[in-house]
């Protein structure tokens, strides 16, 4: 309603100041038009209306879009942390409790729909930009999981060797550059 | 084409466990002896497809999904054999069967 209200005012406006000139003739007035000035008028005049209308509106909703696929991915980042910590528990305990087993278990599963979730964000946003990063996360995901699940993990008295927690936290660490270097991606984008 | 259907919450347990029947409850070497490998089986020799459902279980870890699909695998010798006549299903996890088809690709390998 204000908008409108805004316009009508400045249309008012411009009609008095017309009027005005038109009345008082004090302004000298050439009566022949260059080509020029008139084109620059027109280009002038298009960018006053395509930037805010357009231009702006896209970056804003192309900036939206980003700063949601970033939520997205350090969600994710936020999950490889989580089962990097429950690691560290576990060796620091020598035991793999059985809550800590599902909990790990557990986390795997939400990395993997998080995953899912950004790679169908980014496809829709940015149709094949990423593809590589992606491919190379789904990848360090499978590789985490098979290093923290695999072997003999949820046997009874089951532990994490020195060995494999050197391993888990030299991938893990590759994990979150990896995530990081995509958020710095996706804000380039 | 029939298939013959396991649902693992269902069938087997909801709390998957760990690889070896010794190291645990519900290892993957005991579903795949009572149950995969005879349903796989009954599947070929009715010339059906075994459709394996992953879903509404507590998770898994890559040692039950490797005993048990990679376990398959090595009974036959052969990933392709497996990967034919298996149709799996796993909404809540996304990446679950792609994990698997690794595990019974690389069966053979080790």
Same mark, same amino acid.
């Given at each position: ?10 249309? %008012? ?8 000139i038109r009345h008082y003739n004090f302004i ?9 000035? *008139? %084109?620059?008028? *027109? ?27 970033i939520r997205k991915i350090e969600a994710l ?15 620091q305990k020598s035991a793999v409790s059985q ?27 940015? %149709? ?34 020195? *060995? ?13 550059? %990896?995530?990081?270097? *995509? ?7 | ?18 690889? /070896? ?53 090595? /009974? ?35």
């Amino acid at each position: 309603m204000i908008r409108y209200l805004i316009a009508l005012v400045l249309v %008012a406006v411009g009609v008095a100041i017309g009027i005005a000139i038109r009345h008082y003739n004090f302004i000298p007035l050439e009566d022949k038009i260059n080509i020029v000035d *008139l %084109a620059t008028l *027109l280009v002038t005049v298009f960018l006053a209306i395509y930037i805010p209308t357009f231009l702006d509106k896209q970056m804003q909703t192309s900036r939206y879009e980003k700063d949601v696929i970033i939520r997205k991915i350090e969600a994710l980042q936020t999950s490889f942390k989580e089962v990097n910590k429950l690691v560290t528990e576990c060796v620091q305990k020598s035991a793999v409790s059985q809550t800590n087993c599902h909990l790990i278990i557990n986390s795997f599963t939400s990395i993997s729909n998080e995953l899912e979730s950004v790679i169908t964000l980014v496809e829709h946003c940015h %149709a094949k930009k990423l593809d590589t990063e992606l491919t190379e996360l789904k990848t360090f995901r499978r590789d985490y999981k098979n290093l923290v699940t695999g072997g003999k993990f949820q046997q009874r008295n089951f532990k994490y060797t020195a *060995l494999t927690k050197k391993d888990e936290e030299v991938m893990y660490n590759k994990i979150d550059k %990896a995530i990081c270097m *995509l958020i710095f991606k996706v804000n380039r984008l | 084409m029939d298939k013959i259907i396991i649902k693992i919450a269902d069938d087997y347990t909801k709390i998957p466990g760990v690889r /070896e029947e010794i190291e645990g409850d519900f290892p993957g070497e005991e579903f795949l002896e009572k149950i995969l490998s005879p349903r796989f089986k009954q599947a070929i020799a009715e010339k059906k497809k075994l459709y394996v459902d992953l879903d509404d279980t507590a998770g898994y870890a890559t040692s039950f999904l490797e005993s048990a699909f990679g376990g398959l695998a090595r /009974e036959y010798k052969d990933h392709k054999i497996v990967l034919d006549n298996i149709e799996f299903k796993s909404d809540d996890d996304p990446f679950l069967i792609d994990d698997i088809k690794e595990y019974v690709k690389d069966a053979n390998n080790k």
